[in-house]
C-alpha cells in the first residue's frame, strides 16, 4: 500500500454585530494505491513419515485446542501466474464550519463537506481479467446548537448527513463485502443521523456525566436483488442510548466508562423475511468501566470490567446462529518510580474467560476466539 495525504485548514476569529465566529475551512487530498498479490500452493507436500501427499484443501481443527502445525509445512510462493489485484483511489475534499457564539450560553454550528471519490481496481479470478471504475460526487452537512443554562450543564442537538459510495472497502473485491466490481454504477448510500444529548460537570468540575440518545438512518442501502444484480432499495436504522462518566469522584479515585444500549435493524428489504431484521455482530449492550485509586503519590492500583451481550451472525440482516454475551476483567498496577519513568503492569482477561469476539456473516459458529489470561509489564520515560 502506498499513501499520500494532505489536509490544509484555516481558522478565522471574527465578529459580525456583536456575535462571535470561529470559521475552520480547508481542502484534503488522499491519493492511495494498493497491490495485492495471490499465493501459489504446490499439488503436492510431504509429511512427517516423508509420504508425499496431496495438499489438503480444508482443515479440521479443535477449536479450543488447534494444532498449528497438522504434520508438515506448505512452502507458499506468490502466484505469478496470475494479475495481482490492483486498486487505485483518489479523493479530493473541501469543507467550511462555522461555530457562531451568539451568548456566552448559547452557540450554533454549521458545516459542509464536498467530496469528489474516484476509484478503479482490476485483476483476475477464476473468470478471467476484470476491471470496474467509478468517479463520483457527494456534499453533506451538519447542524447543531449547544445550550448552557448555568456553568456546569450543557444541553445539545446535532444533524448531520454523510456518504458511502461503492468500493469503500479497499481490500475487497467481492460487493458482498464492500468491493466496486458489479456496482460501480450505484450511486452513494446516504445516512442522516440526529442526536440530543447533555453534559454535567460535577464534583467541583472534576467528574463529567454525559447521556445522549441518537438515531441513524440510511434510506438507501445496497442489496443483492438478483444474482449479479445490486440496487440501492434498502432502509436500515441505528438507535439507542448511551451514558458516560469520566474525571475524579475524589484526588486520589477516579473513574471512565459508559454503557450503550444499540438497537439496529433491517427497516426494509427486497427481501421481506429480512424485515425488522438485527444486523449481525452488533451487540444491544456494552458496558465498561475503569476505576482506579491512588494509595500514595507513586501507586495507583486499578480495575476494570465489560460486558457484552450476544450477538448474532449473518450478511445483510443477523441470522439464529449466535455467540454468547461475557463479562471479562482487567487489573492494572502503576508506580511513579521517579519523575520520568514510571513503572506500569496489567494483568488482561484476569479470571481467564473464554469468550467470542465474533462471528462470521455467513452465519458458522466461531470466528475468532479470544484468549485466555495474559500479563504486560512496561516501563514508560517521559524527558
Known amino acids: 500500500t502506498e499513501y499520500y495525504a494532505n489536509i490544509t485548514s484555516l481558522t478565522a476569529r471574527f465578529d459580525t454585530g456583536g456575535i462571535e465566529h470561529v470559521l475552520l475551512t480547508g481542502v484534503e487530498y488522499a491519493d492511495e494505491e494498493i497491490t495485492n498479490l495471490r499465493y501459489a500452493f504446490p499439488a503436492t507436500v510431504e509429511d512427517d513419515h516423508g509420504n508425499i501427499i496431496s495438499t489438503p484443501g480444508s482443515f479440521t481443527r479443535d477449536l ?18 496470475r494479475a495481482p489485484t490492483l486498486t487505485k483511489v483518489k479523493s479530493l475534499s473541501a469543507f467550511l464550519l462555522d461555530t457562531i457564539k451568539f451568548s456566552p450560553r448559547f452557540e450554533v454550528l454549521l458545516g459542509g463537506r464536498y467530496d ?21 460526487d457527494f456534499f453533506n452537512w451538519q447542524a447543531s446548537a449547544l445550550y448552557k443554562p448555568v456553568e456546569e450543564m450543557t444541553f445539545y442537538a446535532s444533524f448531520a448527513t454523510s456518504s458511502n459510495p461503492s468500493g469503500e472497502q479497499l481490500d475487497a473485491t467481492s460487493p458482498t463485502y464492500g468491493g466496486l466490481v458489479g456496482i460501480q454504477d450505484l450511486e452513494p448510500e446516504r445516512n442522516k443521523s440526529y442526536e440530543i444529548g447533555a453534559k454535567w460537570e460535577v464534583a467541583g468540575g472534576h467528574l463529567l456525566l454525559t447521556a445522549a440518545a441518537f438515531r441513524i438512518d440510511k434510506t438507501n442501502a445496497r442489496e443483492q436483488t438478483a444474482p449479479n444484480t445490486y440496487e440501492l432499495v434498502g432502509k436500515l436504522r441505528s438507535e439507542g442510548f448511551e451514558l458516560g462518566v469520566n474525571g475524579n469522584i475524589t484526588p486520589r479515585w477516579s473513574v471512565f466508562g459508559g454503557y450503550s444500549y444499540l438497537d439496529a435493524r433491517v427497516r426494509n428489504s427486497a427481501d421481506p423475511l429480512l424485515d ?22 507513586k501507586l495507583t492500583l486499578g480495575a476494570q470490567a465489560y460486558y457484552r451481550s450476544r450477538i448474532y451472525g449473518g450478511s445483510t440482516g443477523a441470522g439464529t446462529a449466535s455467540v454468547p454475551g461475557y463479562w471479562k476483567f482487567d487489573a492494572v498496577a502503576r508506580y511513579q518510580l521517579t519523575k520520568n519513568i514510571q513503572l506500569r503492569g ?15 456473516r455467513s452465519g458458522t459458529p466461531f470466528s475468532y476466539v479470544a484468549p485466555g489470561r495474559s500479563a504486560t509489564l512496561s516501563v514508560e520515560v517521559t524527558f
Open 116 to 136: 469528489s471519490f474516484d476509484i478503479a481496481t482490476s485483476g483476475q479470478n477464476n473468470s478471467g481479467l476484470y476491471s470496474a471504475d467509478a468517479e463520483v
Open 346 to 360: 496489567n494483568v488482561l482477561n484476569a479470571f481467564d474467560k473464554r469468550y467470542y469476539d465474533a462471528i462470521y
Open 276 to 297: 425488522g431484521a438485527r444486523f449481525a455482530n452488533v451487540p444491544k449492550h456494552n458496558l465498561s468501566l475503569l476505576t482506579s485509586y491512588a494509595l500514595t503519590d
Open 64 to 81: 479450543f485446542d488447534p494444532d498449528p502445525v497438522l504434520g508438515y509445512t506448505i512452502p507458499a510462493v506468490v502466484d505469478t501466474s
